[in-house]
Each structure stands twice: as C-alpha cells, then as structure tokens.
C-alpha cells in the first residue's frame, strides 16, 4: 500500500530519498516549503530514520543536497510566478 506524508523537516525528507522514495517540494500557506513524500511501508521507514540507522553518508549527502537544489528551484519558479 502507498502511504504519503508531508515533512517540513529536510533531514528526514533526504533519509528517505535516500531509501527512493517520491520526495517533491511543496509550497505552504505561509510561504514555506516542505516535502511531499510517498511510496510503499513509508511510516515504517520513517520509523527507521529516528532510531538512528546506519546510512552510507555519501548517498544520503546526495540525497540532502538534491533536496535542498529542489527547494531553490522550487523558490524561484514561485517567486517568478508572482
């Protein structure tokens, strides 16, 4: 079953991403952005992410920094919008 959650928290967001989950930015109310996740046995993986698990750092630094590159991009197609 596909479960989808919305975290406005990068850190997590990348550990995910890292696992290959559907990350994709999404702008709020109040003028921020958080992270739509999606995929299958997501809270369980979820789960994982606060209990500390073992990653391989350099995947999950890519996966941060994809993050944060969605985020710019994101930005600025909305501040061009306006």
């Known amino acids: 079953m596909i479960e989808t959650i919305e975290l406005s ?3 997590p967001a990348a550990y995910l991403r890292t696992l290959n989950f559907s990350v994709r930015p999404k702008h709020t109310e109040l003028n921020r952005i958080s992270f739509v996740i999606s995929g299958e ?8 992410f ?3 698990p073992k990653v391989r ?9 994809e993050l944060r590159g969605m985020l710019f991009t994101f930005k600025k197609i909305n501040d061009a919008g306006k």
Do not use: G, P, V
């Not at 750092?57 to 920094?65: E, T």
């Open 57 to 65: 750092i350099l995947d999950f630094c890519s996966a941060y920094r």
């Open 50 to 52: 606060y209990l500390n």
């Open 9 to 11: 928290d990068a850190l």
């Open 41 to 48: 046995n997501l809270n369980q993986a979820l789960e994982t």
